[in-house]
């Protein structure tokens, strides 16, 4: 019932930029947590960055500055703008969602399928 699709991935240039989207149904998404991580090959994944259910962002240290999350609950949608964009972003972005539905109140973890980034240099 719960599902996270992405979107906006792609190929850009070393110093371009790239919107993400996630749409989550399923969710009582207006007290949601939600976020993005990224997993390069051979790499763990990674936090990249949270909005909380109020609307406050966190960053990992490595893309402040650069990246910019935002959610839109009239929408039940929330994005990842990243500018001056890095080889080193390089990675497969999933974003992520701390959340209860309306049948379950127990706050679980729930993940989009993932989007692919490539920065070339």
């Known amino acids: 019932q719960v599902q996270l699709v992405e979107s906006g991935g792609g190929s850009v240039q070393s110093g371009g930029s790239l919107k993400l989207s996630c749409v989550a149904s399923g969710i009582v998404f207006r007290g949601a947590a939600v976020g993005w991580y990224r997993q390069a090959p051979g790499s763990e994944r990674k936090f990249v960055a949270t909005?909380?259910?109020?609307?406050?962002?966190n960053y990992a240290e490595s893309v402040k500055g650069r990246f910019t999350a935002s959610r839109d609950n009239a929408k039940n949608t929330f994005y990842l703008e990243m500018s001056s964009l890095k080889p080193e972003d390089t990675a497969v972005y999933y974003c992520?969602?701390?959340?209860?539905?309306?049948?379950?109140?127990?706050?679980?973890?729930?993940w989009g399928q993932g989007t692919q980034v490539t920065v070339s240099s």
């Open positions: 992520n969602a701390a959340a209860w539905t309306t049948s379950d109140s127990k706050v679980r973890f729930y």
């Open positions: 909005i909380t259910h109020g609307g406050d962002p």
